[in-house]
């Protein structure tokens, strides 16, 4: 009786030290796909090798780490690892693939990207951030509209667009700041003076965009090989400039009749993507900026109107304010959403 308890218990140690080892020793490279980045080991869910887990690889009889990866498919028997492109020309068909948490998060780490990494582009506005109307002087245009502008969508159209972001791969951080020139935009209409045809006044009434400058701040949450995307806040300043001026044509002389500056500070919910190109340090960076501005902030700045301008005749009242007509016919806004699109280039430490 003892006899066949020793004899079971030595076939239930065997077993199990045969079980014990096989996960021990992991799993045996059956294929690797350079270009795809994967590499086919003949063992899966069974024996751990779940989706998401770390993977690390070995040479036979060797306990050199060479690369490691993550379980990107998993079946009962068999899996594929994914391993950056850089790593994979290391692994090798019969290599031995381990489950071995500590080591892999460390070596992914080391493999997921470099310690910094510096980002310059220009920011293409397909949908801009903000709004406004280039103006000019109704009564010049002899066409009484109950206000004094007639404005004309300018659409935030930037000229000058360029910017830059220093990244922290390995935290998933990445901090930047852009600088938008907006063109210049004038209209210029002439409009009798008195009685006599002769005599014109000329209005030229000028809708200047200052510097748009903003700042933001990602965090990238999901990692798709090359292609992150992240959520991030964006925070936009904007200024713009409407002046009016006007001068006698056969006299000469330039009389300015006024000046408003209109700011907008803009705080946006950002949703960035980025796709890099790695070749070597430097990159190509390619990717598209979805902004959604919420309503926490509003424009500033008062018009500045001379008291005498001479030969403008200004629309006011007590039912009627220049003032707000001219912001209102200004409408200086941010949008409902904005969308630009990234192209740069980078260069990792």
């Given at each position: 009786?003892?006899?066949?308890?020793?004899?079971?218990?030595?076939?239930?140690?065997?077993?199990?030290?045969?079980?014990?080892?096989?996960?021990?020793?992991?799993?045996?490279?059956?294929?690797?796909?350079?270009?795809?980045?994967?590499?086919?080991?003949?063992?899966?869910?069974?024996?751990?090798?779940?989706?998401?887990?770390?993977?690390?690889?070995?040479?036979?009889?060797?306990?050199?780490?060479?690369?490691?990866?993550?379980?990107?498919?998993?079946?009962?028997?068999?899996?594929?690892?994914?391993?950056s492109k850089k790593r994979i020309k290391r692994v090798k068909k019969g290599y031995t693939a381990k489950l071995n948490s500590k080591e892999?998060?460390?070596?992914?780490?080391?493999?997921?990207?470099?310690?910094?990494?510096?980002?310059?582009?220009?920011?293409?506005?397909?949908?801009?951030?903000?709004?406004?109307?280039?103006?000019?002087?109704?009564?010049?245009?002899?066409?009484?509209?109950?206000?004094?502008?007639?404005?004309?969508?300018?659409?935030?159209?930037?000229?000058?667009?360029?910017?830059?972001?220093?990244?922290?791969?390995?935290?998933?951080?990445?901090?930047?700041?852009?600088?938008?020139?907006?063109?210049?935009?004038?209209?210029?209409?002439?409009?009798?003076?008195?009685?006599?045809?002769?005599?014109?006044?000329?209005?030229?009434?000028?809708?200047?965009?200052?510097?748009?400058?903003?700042?933001?701040?990602?965090?990238?949450?999901?990692?798709?090989?090359?292609?992150?995307?992240?959520?991030?806040?964006?925070?936009?300043?904007?200024?713009?400039?409407?002046?009016?001026?006007?001068?006698?044509?056969?006299?000469?002389?330039?009389?300015?009749?006024?000046?408003?500056?209109?700011?907008?500070?803009?705080?946006?919910?950002?949703?960035?993507?980025?796709?890099?190109?790695?070749?070597?340090?430097?990159?190509?960076?390619?990717?598209?900026?979805?902004?959604?501005?919420?309503?926490?902030?509003?424009?500033?700045?008062?018009?500045?109107?001379?008291?005498?301008?001479?030969?403008?005749?200004?629309?006011?009242?007590?039912?009627?304010?220049?003032?707000?007509?001219?912001?209102?016919?200004?409408?200086?806004?941010?949008?409902?959403?904005?969308?630009?699109?990234?192209?740069?280039?980078?260069?990792?430490?």
């Open positions: 009786m003892s006899k066949l308890l020793n004899k079971k218990t030595f076939a239930l140690t065997l077993f199990l030290s045969v079980l014990v080892s096989s996960v021990a020793f992991g799993a045996k490279v059956t294929k690797i796909r350079k270009k795809q980045g994967y590499v086919y080991i003949n063992q899966g869910v069974s024996s751990g090798f779940k989706s998401s887990e770390p993977v690390c690889f070995y040479p036979k009889n060797s306990s050199k780490r060479v690369a490691c990866g993550k379980v990107a498919k998993a079946k009962k028997k068999s899996a594929i690892v994914r391993v892999a998060q460390a070596q992914r780490r080391k493999s997921s990207g470099s310690s910094l990494k510096i980002v310059l582009f220009t920011n293409l506005g397909i949908v801009p951030t903000f709004t406004y109307n280039n103006l000019d002087w109704w009564p010049a245009l002899e066409v009484t509209e109950g206000t004094n502008w007639f404005g004309t969508q300018a659409g935030g159209n930037l000229t000058i667009n360029l910017g830059g972001e220093l990244q922290l791969p390995k935290m998933g951080f990445s901090v930047g700041g852009k600088v938008n020139i907006s063109g210049y935009a004038a209209n210029s209409s002439d409009y009798p003076l008195g009685a006599n045809p002769g005599d014109s006044n000329r209005v030229l009434t000028s809708t200047t965009p200052g510097l748009t400058v903003g700042v933001y701040l990602d965090y990238y949450l999901f990692k798709f090989g090359d292609l992150d995307l992240g959520l991030g806040l964006d925070f936009t300043m904007t200024n713009i400039e409407v002046s009016a001026e006007q001068s006698n044509l056969e006299a000469g002389g330039q009389d300015q009749a006024l000046n408003y500056p209109a700011s907008l500070n803009i705080l946006s919910l950002r949703v960035p993507s980025r796709y890099t190109l790695r070749l070597g340090n430097l990159g190509l960076v390619a990717g598209v900026d979805l902004l959604v501005p919420l309503p926490l902030f509003e424009g500033s700045g008062e018009p500045e109107i001379s008291e005498h301008p001479s030969g403008i005749a200004l629309i006011d009242g007590e039912d009627f304010s220049y003032s707000e007509d001219l912001k209102k016919s200004l409408a200086l806004s941010a949008g409902s959403f904005a969308l630009d699109l990234i192209v740069g280039a980078s260069y990792e430490f």
